[in-house]
């Protein structure tokens, strides 16, 4: 779990800090009171200090996000709040109740957790990839999975954990898991080739070449490219001579964008099932 912990105010006392001193830590940014009597480092990322100010944890898609786990979208602060949880606040006022009206933007979580009891101020990464599962589609909920474990903030055996708690029927998804996939787009490539009853093969060495990403029946490569380390023209003239040599072994590359296979997946689709066809004949 990201290890934030917010203090009481009756903590605060028992480090010897006085009214007086609260304030004025307050005043000079050491010290954020993010709802009554709790307060936070004033370095705290302001999710977190807006979860606790509603009155729970950042969980799910919000605390994943700024662990860098891939998330394909996230439009909300999602927060978990025990059964009993009251007196929930804005997460931009501490001073105004969270009325359903006001809740436009906040995405309550109310599963049991596997977070320890305490005063954390987010909830454990088993935890917060359960919620994930529970709030997207499930090739997005793969791919944040795949991400989760590529990074090494869980292990393989701690998946059993993330779907303790959720409905069995989620649990189809676990088999389907796989912490080679080193991005999101890797991932969502993957799922669509495995709907197509495609032989899908990940990061595979070629001897002179490199790793590529997929290769799809043993003759089509697919190299899920990203702005990060496919910019600028020595990358492009790299990823040409891969290609290159790929074809002179009998190999036909196609390089998707990250973006196209985000939020262009019909079309993406399309051509592979083109590239797929046309091989067969």
């Not at 307060?39 to 705290?44: F, S």
């Not at 596997?114 to 005063?119: A, E, F, Q, S, W």
Request: with cysteine; hydrophobic share 45%; proline share 5%.
């Amino acid at each position: 779990m990201v290890s934030v912990e917010y203090q009481h105010r009756s903590d605060l006392f028992q480090l010897g800090m006085d009214r007086a001193m609260i304030d004025a830590a307050v005043a000079s940014g050491e010290l954020i009171r993010a709802r009554r009597d709790h307060y936070l480092c004033g370095d705290t990322a302001d999710a977190i200090v807006r979860a606790v100010r509603v009155g729970g944890r950042l969980t799910c898609l919000s605390l994943l996000s700024l662990l860098t786990v891939f998330v394909l979208h996230n439009r909300h602060l999602h927060v978990h709040l025990p059964r009993t949880a009251s007196r929930m606040r804005s997460p931009h006022s501490r001073r105004r109740p969270l009325e359903p009206a006001r809740r436009r933007g906040v995405r309550l979580h109310w599963l049991p957790l596997n977070t320890p009891p305490g005063k954390f101020a987010c909830v454990a990464i088993t935890d917060a990839l359960a919620h994930a599962v529970l709030c997207q589609a499930p090739r997005a909920a793969i791919a944040t999975l795949d991400s989760a474990l590529h990074k090494g903030l869980v292990e393989v055996w701690q998946l059993a954990d993330v779907f303790r708690n959720l409905p069995a029927r989620y649990g189809v998804l676990l088999p389907l898991v796989d912490g080679r996939a080193e991005s999101g787009p890797e991932t969502l490539m993957r799922l669509m080739l495995r709907g197509l009853g495609c032989d899908v093969q990940l990061q595979v060495p070629f001897e002179g070449i490199g790793r590529v990403d997929l290769l799809v029946d043993g003759w089509l490569v697919i190299e899920c490219d990203s702005e990060e380390f496919h910019t600028g023209w020595e990358s492009q003239e790299r990823d040409r001579r891969r290609d290159v040599l790929l074809a002179g072994r009998g190999f036909t590359t196609l390089r998707p964008t990250a973006s196209m296979i985000m939020f262009e997946p019909a079309r993406v689709l399309e051509a592979v099932k083109r590239l797929l066809a046309g091989h067969a004949r």
